[in-house]
């Protein structure tokens, strides 16, 4: 990936799929959108905020009750999930190709999130089946057909990646088993 005008290094860019390819979206000023698009996280980010909300560290108690409860079919924040024995609350959002949902199971302290710059496969399928692996329900996943990608392609994903960290390190090579 290069960066593009307008980007920071380290900064995702959003993709779309066209035409059996990835594409590059247009740059998009995300500070246009507000808290309806504009907030920057990570997956771990949003598992330490959920956290402490129901932890009651943020808001009160009464304020996390406002904010699950639905009134003329309008939420307050947080929004329903999961089934009648496993209850949770989150929210998901879209914004110039990436995607993000947070979904929190107070019962069970069990936190989902989930972020993308790029979708194929819908991303409510993918939640629906981690909530049911999670809760040990049945869950057919869905089985994909392979590809067959040129050496040339191959070996471009090739080389050592490592998190900003370091805590994280991968290695990507063309050898089999």
Known sequence: YGIRPGFQPGEAISYHYMNSEWRQDKAAYLN?????????????????????????????????????????????????????QHIGFGHNGKTEGFGASLQYYPESKLAIAYCTNGEVYPKAEILDDIFKICFNLPCELPTFESIALSDPVLASYTGDYSSADGKMQVSVTTDSW
């Open 32 to 84: 246009n959108f507000s808290g309806a698009g504009a907030i920057l996280s990570t997956p771990a980010d949003m598992l330490r905020f959920i956290h402490a909300l129901f932890l009651h560290q943020l808001i009160s108690k009464s304020s996390l009750d406002t904010m699950k409860s639905i009134k003329d079919g309008y939420g307050r924040g947080l929004f329903p999930y999961g089934d009648d």
